[in-house]
């Protein structure tokens, strides 16, 4: 079955920098567009990158362009989001996720938190 585990959350001073990780089994990692998110404390889950099977195209939101960037390693079935700069209001569970048909996966979430 599909399984998704996400890793390397932390407590972080402001303009920090973390590397998530998420490792993908059960399916073909290489066939799937996959998705970083985060939720924070009374927010709806948003969706914060993305990226192509093939790790050639990636996508991020408004608020985090810049300073995140998504990126695969299809040898080793993970995906990686790096947050450099990071700031308060980074801070959220991130979970990694990928959409089959009318299927949807989540990780159980790695919580990030930003604090001086």
């Known amino acids: 079955q599909v399984q998704l585990v996400e890793s390397g959350g932390g407590l972080v001073q402001p303009g920090g920098s973390l590397r998530l990780s998420c490792a993908a089994s059960?399916?073909?990692?290489?066939?799937?567009?996959m998705n970083w998110y985060r939720q924070a404390p009374g927010k709806e889950r948003e969706l914060v990158a993305s990226?192509?099977?093939?790790?050639?195209?990636?996508n991020y939101a408004d608020s985090v362009k810049g300073r995140f960037t998504i990126s695969r390693d299809n040898a080793k079935n993970t995906v990686y989001l790096q947050i450099d700069s990071l700031k308060p209001e980074d801070s959220a569970v991130y979970y990694c996720?990928?959409?089959?048909?009318?299927?949807?996966?989540w990780g159980q979430g790695t919580q990030v938190t930003v604090s001086s």
């Open positions: 996720n990928i959409r089959s048909g009318i299927s949807v996966y």
């Open positions: 059960g399916f073909i990692f290489s066939r799937y567009t």
């Open positions: 990226i192509s099977r093939a790790g050639d195209t990636s």
